[in-house]
């Protein structure tokens, strides 16, 4: 079964400084692995996604995640936090071999506060 | 183009009383899923429709919920009757229909429900 753990469930950082934010998953196949971010009162909005191609990255805001086999991790990081960025992280698989669903499956969330 | 409306944001209601949430996909979108996340825990999928039928409702967590999306166009999930662990925030999400691979799941702002 496909699973996803998020390390910490509350992260806070300074303004200007790097972001990690951690994740380990779980799979018996080569995953389809996303980080989604909620910020208050908005919905879930799709940051980057990994689908078997470049193992590094790239999305939305500055953010990018290596997905790494050997440690079965995809943390997400940014290299300088901005206020904007306070906001709930998500590291979510797709449930999805061979099949049509597409369900997703999300970790516990990372709430990530950035300080002044 | 809009996004994935929910409506209502908030709903209070007392346990025993009966409650419909609804969701507009963005048009065009024939995928449409419901998710849940209650008090502390992971966001976690309901079910999954592909136009007006039921793809998948492995998540769907009794026979008090019940989910349905005539004409395929948008859907309600009501619950009848609430019970005090229905409480949660009830996210809708959207994509559509390419048959390759993953598609991105556009999600809603979530109902907030809570059942005294």
């Known amino acids: 079964a496909q699973s996803v753990t998020q390390l910490d469930s509350h992260v806070s950082v300074s303004e200007g400084t790097p972001v990690l934010l951690r994740c380990n998953y779980s799979s018996s196949y080569s995953p389809s692995l996303f980080w989604y971010v909620q910020h208050p009162n908005k919905g879930l909005q799709l940051l980057l996604k990994y689908t078997s191609a470049a193992t590094l990255v790239k999305g939305i805001n500055g953010f990018e995640a290596e997905f790494k086999k050997s440690e079965t991790s995809f943390h997400l990081t940014k290299p300088s936090a901005h206020m904007s960025d306070a906001a709930e992280y998500f590291c979510v698989v797709s449930d999805d071999y061979g099949g049509a669903t597409n369900k997703l499956i999300f970790g516990t969330g990372t709430l990530l506060a950035v300080q002044p | ?116």
Request: neutral net charge.
């Open chain 2, 1 to 116: 183009e809009a996004g994935v409306t929910q409506f209502p944001s908030h709903s209070v209601i007392e346990k025993g009383q009966t409650v419909t949430l609804r969701c507009d996909p963005i048009s065009g979108h024939d995928n449409l899923y419901w998710y849940r996340r209650v008090m502390g825990k992971e966001i976690k999928f309901l079910l999954h429709f592909v136009k007006e039928s039921k793809q998948d409702e492995s998540g769907m967590p009794n026979n008090r919920f019940l989910a349905e999306r005539t004409g395929g166009t948008y859907s309600t999930l009501k619950v009848q009757p609430a019970e005090l662990e229905d409480s949660g925030v009830y996210f809708c999400a959207s994509s559509p229909m390419t048959g390759v691979g993953y598609n991105e799941q556009f999600f809603g702002p979530g109902t907030r429900l809570t059942v005294l």
